[in-house]
């Protein structure tokens, strides 16, 4: 626990104008960003007698190690720099409003030649129009059937669409008339997207018109004795009116608002956003978040509107933002939503009328919404509180290991050999900071030597990063990658991964900041920079393997535990616990113990081990079938520089496979549309390189196919099984 006098600025140092400021923890984290007016006013509140702060307050400025600040022009640059830095840090003491699930959205893909509509869940993308939320996504498809008789646009994806223009004929919508099938040509691109431009316009509210022109056409082809086509403009009102219904009228003024409200208790808030467009209630959505610092309902309401408009312009910002208590100061937020969306808008408190009323129904949400949360989170914090707890005694810990760090060995029979890294923080998932690893120090299957060689890959760059920022308490230089033992079972790589290890006594290079050795900590299957390019960003953003754990799980028994221990022990960490879960009896094996820690089947502490081992199995399993897939799919071809996508296909289509094109000469390939000389002698000299594949094998009835069947290795479907295959080896993963 830090004491804020340490960190705290001089006198006259602070600026006294608007600005934002960061306070950061030991490991340079930002911890927590805000704005102020006056910087020198509001840093001043920070530094004084703790026993004067706020609970919350007082355990923030305690956790942080040193704070800093940026200077800004107004305070409207302030707010939007703070949610900037809030979305680019996600510090630990903000307000973070969790959305309580991932609401569908009524997308219109006004960007694409003939726009689809459909149920879209996740970010928002350029060029397409939202309508809602909605609480459920069959609330989304009741909609839009209603809607199809009058306005038929596409709804199909991109391969049913393209299938039935090369078919030429249309889905079964596109037959009963709920579909214009444009992908038979139908319609026009012109005409198919004005019918959709109809179709946002009816969702946005515009429905008089609509209903007054198809009531026009009924009577018109009533008067001329076209009975059936009158019938059908009826049945076409009566949806329109129906879908209507669904969106009760709320406010008689047609009026586009947003309604927010907070429900609140000293821990935790709930918001919910009522988005009345046209007078009608078109969507709803709620958030709940920890209180984490001390805030009054204005900055509540300050945080929700920055989460909700922070990255929306135009009309997505309404004209009026009824709110239950305005920011402090107001006026820099409103002149914020005007910025956004681009002309004026109101923000203020509902006092009487129509407003008011529907203002105290979004309230009631609001608290009904946080009893279920706090009903809900009650068993779920007692239920992990215990779990760490038993852990902790179990494997007689001084403290709740509050982040666990769980580790797994993938492969098929050796093969694509890979490992997962998962987190779990307060016995919850933090997929943010998951990793994968390659395993590259050696070829071949060895769960116990491919678990030294990710734990020595981890933590040798967590001694790097705290070597770099200077954390060294006894002033002595950070401790080298180890010197390792005899090459054993466990330990016959290097701490690097890449190279066999030292000889006894020997004591390898540890990268330092002018280091070039390379680290092959992966997120996406590929090397990384040179260790001190990836380690060099000084802004506080997360970075790969900074942080360290309270409790290392491995998945397996006695050897894994005693691997990953080594490794700890080379690099000179003695202050992280390290146990594995046995997959066959579910133990729990410690370093140095013959026998195992048997937790009661029942045990909270047992199922969270269970959790994080069974994530971890899930995430390398998952990219090492990712790997394999994408080996099999390679071809001689993708080696060849220059050669992309196209021209292989060029080249496969020409010759037929990869085996007649091994046997074509330079000339022959010229002849390829696209295929200059040069490509041309490239091609036949990677060609020469690579050994033939393996012959397909019919694997019904064993006989060798014929070798001129067409080549799929260049990315077609129905690849030919080879004798290397998994399926033939009928191998095992792990």
């Given at each position: 626990m830090a004491d804020p006098s340490s960190y705290r600025p001089k006198p006259g140092s602070i600026p006294d104008s608007p600005g934002v400021y960061r306070f950061r923890d030991e490991h340079r984290r930002v911890i927590y960003v805000g704005k102020a007016k006056s910087l020198r006013q509001r840093l001043a509140n920070y530094f004084q007698d703790l026993a004067g702060l706020h609970p919350r307050t007082r355990t923030m400025v305690t956790t942080a190690a040193s704070v800093e600040w940026t200077v800004v022009s107004t305070e409207v640059e302030a707010l939007q720099l703070e949610y900037s830095w809030i979305k680019e840090y996600d510090p630990r003491f903000n307000v973070k409003y969790r959305d309580d699930k991932s609401y569908p959205y009524l997308a219109v893909t006004m960007n694409e030649e003939f726009p689809r509509v459909q149920v879209m869940r996740g970010h928002k993308k350029k060029g397409v129009r939202y309508f809602g939320p909605y609480a459920h996504a069959w609330a989304i498809r009741d909609t839009v059937d209603l809607l199809l008789r009058v306005f038929p646009v596409r709804t199909c994806s991109a391969g049913v669409f393209k299938n039935a223009a090369r078919t030429g004929r249309p889905c079964l919508l596109g037959y009963i008339g709920k579909c214009s099938a444009p992908c038979v040509g139908r319609i026009s691109p012109d005409d198919h997207w004005e019918l959709a431009d109809e179709f946002c316009d009816f969702m946005t509210g515009r429905t008089g018109t609509y209903l007054r022109r198809l009531e026009k056409q009924m009577m018109e082809a009533a008067e001329e004795m076209e009975y059936e086509r009158a019938a059908r403009l009826r049945d076409d009102i009566e949806a329109l009116k129906k879908a209507m219904e669904k969106n009760a009228v709320v406010l008689a003024d047609a009026t586009d608002a947003d309604l927010i409200a907070v429900a609140e208790d000293e821990l935790e808030a709930a918001v919910q956003i009522f988005h009345v467009r046209g007078g009608r209630v078109r969507g709803q959505r709620g958030w709940v978040t920890d209180k984490v610092e001390d805030i009054t309902t204005g900055a509540l309401v300050e945080h929700a509107l920055q989460q909700l408009y922070g990255e929306e312009t135009g009309d997505a910002v309404p004209k009026e933002v009824l709110v239950p208590a305005l920011p402090d100061p107001v006026e820099p937020v409103q002149e914020w939503l005007t910025g956004r969306r681009g002309s004026a808008v109101s923000l203020r408190v509902p006092q009487r009328g129509d407003k008011r009323a529907l203002m105290e129904t979004v309230e009631r949400n609001a608290q009904h919404a946080l009893v279920l949360h706090k009903t809900k989170r009650a068993s779920d914090l007692t239920t992990r509180s215990r779990a760490l707890e038993e852990i902790a005694e179990a494997l007689d810990l001084d403290s709740a290991p509050l982040r666990i760090e769980c580790y797994d060995i993938s492969h098929l029979q050796g093969d694509d050999v890979v490992a997962s890294m998962v987190v779990f923080e307060d016995g919850l998932q933090r997929k943010s900071e998951y990793r994968r690893f390659q395993i590259k120090g050696f070829e071949g299957q060895d769960d116990v030597r491919s678990m030294h060689e990710v734990i020595t890959r981890r933590f040798r760059r967590y001694l790097a990063e705290k070597e770099r920022t200077g954390e060294w308490t006894d002033g002595e230089p950070a401790p080298t990658a180890g010197s390792p033992?005899?090459?054993?079972?466990?330990?016959?790589?290097?701490?690097?991964?890449?190279?066999?290890?030292?000889?006894?006594?020997?004591?390898?290079?540890?990268?330092?900041?002018?280091?070039?050795?390379?680290?092959?900590?992966?997120?996406?299957?590929?090397?990384?920079?040179?260790?001190?390019?990836?380690?060099?960003?000084?802004?506080?953003?997360?970075?790969?393997?900074?942080?360290?754990?309270?409790?290392?799980v491995v998945?397996?028994?006695?050897?894994?535990?005693?691997?990953?221990?080594?490794?700890?022990?080379?690099?000179?960490?003695?202050?992280?616990?390290?146990?594995?879960?046995?997959?066959?009896?579910?133990?729990?094996?410690?370093?140095?113990?013959?026998?195992?820690?048997?937790?009661?089947?029942?045990?909270?502490?047992?199922?969270?081990?269970?959790?994080?081992?069974?994530e971890a199995h899930r995430f390398a399993i998952t990219y090492q079938r990712t790997k394999r897939a994408k080996r099999f799919r390679s071809s001689p071809l993708d080696d060849v520089p220059g050669l992309g996508e196209t021209r292989k296909q060029a080249l496969i289509k020409h010759f037929g496979s990869v085996k007649k094109l091994r046997s074509a000469t330079i000339d022959q390939i010229c002849d390829v549309p696209g295929i200059g000389r040069k490509t041309a002698e490239t091609i036949v000299a990677a060609l020469a390189q690579a050994a033939p594949p393996a012959p397909a094998v019919n694997t019904a009835t064993g006989e060798i196919m014929d070798e001129e069947e067409p080549d799929t290795t260049a990315g077609s479907p129905g690849e030919p099984v080879t004798a290397g295959a998994p399926e033939e080896r009928r191998g095992q993963e792990t």
């Amino acid at each position: 626990m830090a004491d804020p006098s340490s960190y705290r600025p001089k006198p006259g140092s602070i600026p006294d104008s608007p600005g934002v400021y960061r306070f950061r923890d030991e490991h340079r984290r930002v911890i927590y960003v805000g704005k102020a007016k006056s910087l020198r006013q509001r840093l001043a509140n920070y530094f004084q007698d703790l026993a004067g702060l706020h609970p919350r307050t007082r355990t923030m400025v305690t956790t942080a190690a040193s704070v800093e600040w940026t200077v800004v022009s107004t305070e409207v640059e302030a707010l939007q720099l703070e949610y900037s830095w809030i979305k680019e840090y996600d510090p630990r003491f903000n307000v973070k409003y969790r959305d309580d699930k991932s609401y569908p959205y009524l997308a219109v893909t006004m960007n694409e030649e003939f726009p689809r509509v459909q149920v879209m869940r996740g970010h928002k993308k350029k060029g397409v129009r939202y309508f809602g939320p909605y609480a459920h996504a069959w609330a989304i498809r009741d909609t839009v059937d209603l809607l199809l008789r009058v306005f038929p646009v596409r709804t199909c994806s991109a391969g049913v669409f393209k299938n039935a223009a090369r078919t030429g004929r249309p889905c079964l919508l596109g037959y009963i008339g709920k579909c214009s099938a444009p992908c038979v040509g139908r319609i026009s691109p012109d005409d198919h997207w004005e019918l959709a431009d109809e179709f946002c316009d009816f969702m946005t509210g515009r429905t008089g018109t609509y209903l007054r022109r198809l009531e026009k056409q009924m009577m018109e082809a009533a008067e001329e004795m076209e009975y059936e086509r009158a019938a059908r403009l009826r049945d076409d009102i009566e949806a329109l009116k129906k879908a209507m219904e669904k969106n009760a009228v709320v406010l008689a003024d047609a009026t586009d608002a947003d309604l927010i409200a907070v429900a609140e208790d000293e821990l935790e808030a709930a918001v919910q956003i009522f988005h009345v467009r046209g007078g009608r209630v078109r969507g709803q959505r709620g958030w709940v978040t920890d209180k984490v610092e001390d805030i009054t309902t204005g900055a509540l309401v300050e945080h929700a509107l920055q989460q909700l408009y922070g990255e929306e312009t135009g009309d997505a910002v309404p004209k009026e933002v009824l709110v239950p208590a305005l920011p402090d100061p107001v006026e820099p937020v409103q002149e914020w939503l005007t910025g956004r969306r681009g002309s004026a808008v109101s923000l203020r408190v509902p006092q009487r009328g129509d407003k008011r009323a529907l203002m105290e129904t979004v309230e009631r949400n609001a608290q009904h919404a946080l009893v279920l949360h706090k009903t809900k989170r009650a068993s779920d914090l007692t239920t992990r509180s215990r779990a760490l707890e038993e852990i902790a005694e179990a494997l007689d810990l001084d403290s709740a290991p509050l982040r666990i760090e769980c580790y797994d060995i993938s492969h098929l029979q050796g093969d694509d050999v890979v490992a997962s890294m998962v987190v779990f923080e307060d016995g919850l998932q933090r997929k943010s900071e998951y990793r994968r690893f390659q395993i590259k120090g050696f070829e071949g299957q060895d769960d116990v030597r491919s678990m030294h060689e990710v734990i020595t890959r981890r933590f040798r760059r967590y001694l790097a990063e705290k070597e770099r920022t200077g954390e060294w308490t006894d002033g002595e230089p950070a401790p080298t990658a180890g010197s390792p033992t005899s090459p054993t079972a466990g330990s016959a790589t290097s701490p690097t991964g890449g190279s066999p290890a030292a000889p006894t006594g020997g004591s390898p290079a540890t990268p330092t900041n002018g280091s070039a050795a390379t680290s092959f900590d992966e997120a996406a299957g590929v090397s990384e920079a040179p260790l001190t390019d990836a380690l060099k960003d000084d802004d506080g953003r997360p970075k790969r393997f900074a942080y360290p754990p309270q409790l290392v799980v491995v998945d397996g028994g006695q050897p894994q535990v005693a691997a990953a221990k080594r490794a700890l022990d080379e690099l000179g960490i003695d202050d992280i616990a390290v146990c594995g879960l046995a997959k066959r009896l579910e133990e729990v094996w410690l370093p140095d113990d013959d026998d195992p820690v048997v937790l009661p089947r029942t045990s909270e502490g047992l199922y969270l081990l269970q959790r994080v081992r069974d994530e971890a199995h899930r995430f390398a399993i998952t990219y090492q079938r990712t790997k394999r897939a994408k080996r099999f799919r390679s071809s001689p071809l993708d080696d060849v520089p220059g050669l992309g996508e196209t021209r292989k296909q060029a080249l496969i289509k020409h010759f037929g496979s990869v085996k007649k094109l091994r046997s074509a000469t330079i000339d022959q390939i010229c002849d390829v549309p696209g295929i200059g000389r040069k490509t041309a002698e490239t091609i036949v000299a990677a060609l020469a390189q690579a050994a033939p594949p393996a012959p397909a094998v019919n694997t019904a009835t064993g006989e060798i196919m014929d070798e001129e069947e067409p080549d799929t290795t260049a990315g077609s479907p129905g690849e030919p099984v080879t004798a290397g295959a998994p399926e033939e080896r009928r191998g095992q993963e792990t």
